[in-house]
């Protein structure tokens, strides 16, 4: 007797076990069908991709859009397979083809949503468009596709019209606003700050309230991500910053300069009219002379036409803090990087406690921020050394040190 072949009639001849080995058969092709899709179509593409020489063929094997493609090829041997099982209970061919479709729909949203993030890339990759990004927009996209795809599903698994579960939406509108009330108020925000170009990537910001101060780096639906100095990460949720202010540094950059605005204090005990010897060796400072020379006419003038000249409240003079005023001056604006064409200003402000602040208001020619401050530190220091030569003392409160020097007296 043949019992091998005896066997074999016996589990043919049983519904169940021939449905069971149906269905293991159908698992077995698909799994077979996702590994020849993932070798074959997914190598090959990258195969084709890593020889050409366009850039928007990367971000797509990048986005892992054709990995995502290639599981529709399992959900479709399923969908169609279940139909070859001889014996095959109705149910269960009903359920197995709902759920190859509900796999379908969601293969197809990922892919596409794989797609939205590659298309991203490219667009950010273009010089012209990388200040004005889409990620918001975008994201907003997805989320409408993700929506969408859930009712599908949905609607798939329990056999019913997808516009049954659209028009129970209206019903929970109100749930929805509250659900998604963070997201419409950023969507709001983002059509904002990029219509009136608030905001681009790559500016510097300050928002002190959320401890950013540095350069943004993603503009995103919901979030702007500001990489601080100290290398931080600061995240701003993206309303916010239509909500509360925040300071854009972008007019600096274009503008081509970059803001001095210092103050030296003056000690006011060591303000005091010029003696001649004084203008006489001024007069010979290559950035006074025609100041010197100037001032000296128009005071002479002044003077003999004064009939009271024996009165010195009645004479003009030169004062120390006056020129020394003009001398700044004319330091910045021979300073080679300076920058000549915008409000350049030696100023006198109220006197202080602290003594007679002399601000310096100008604007160097570069913005970087390095060579920003050692542009303003060397000048400064010039100030602070040059003082002393025209009888000024900078002020600066006691300390021990000095204390202790009026002890030794």
Known sequence: MDWENLGIRSLLSDPLAVQVLGLTALILVSWIALVIARRILVVGIRLVVSRSAAQWDDRLVDSRLFIRLAHLA?????????????????????????????????????????????????????????????????????????????VVIVATLFDKSPLIFLSGLGAMTAVLLLVFRDTILSLVASVQLTSNEMIRVGDWIEMPQYGADGDVIDIALHTVKVQNWDKTIATIPTHKLIEDSFKNWRGMSQAGGRRIKRAIYIDLNTIRFLEPDEIERFGR???????????????????????????????????????????????????????????????QLEPTPHGLPIEVYCFTNVTDWGEYED???????????????????????????????????
């Open 285 to 347: 400072y290559k950035l006074l002379q025609d100041y010197i020379e100037r001032k000296r006419l128009e005071v002479d003038s002044h003077n003999d036409s004064r009939a009271d000249r024996d009165i010195n409240a009645n004479l003009r003079r030169l004062t120390n803090v006056g020129t020394f005023r003009a001398y700044v001056v004319n330091h910045l604006r021979s300073h080679p990087r300076i920058h000549e064409n915008m409000t350049l200003m030696v100023r």
């Open 74 to 150: 399992p959900a479709l041997v399923i969908y169609y397979g279940t139909g070859a099982i001889p014996g095959l209970d109705e149910t269960i061919e009903t359920l197995l083809q709902r759920l190859a479709v509900a796999a379908i729909v969601l293969v197809v949203a990922l892919s596409v949503s794989a797609f939205i993030n590659a298309m991203n890339d490219i667009y950010a990759g273009l010089a012209a468009y990388r200040s004005r990004p889409i990620k918001g927009y975008l994201q907003l996209l997805k989320i409408a596709l993700g929506v969408v795809a859930a």
């Open 375 to 409: 542009i303003q530190s060397d000048l400064l220091d010039h100030l602070l050394a040059v003082a002393p030569d025209f009888g000024l003392r900078a002020f600066q409160s006691p300390s021990g040190a000095d204390l202790s020097a009026l002890g030794t007296h």
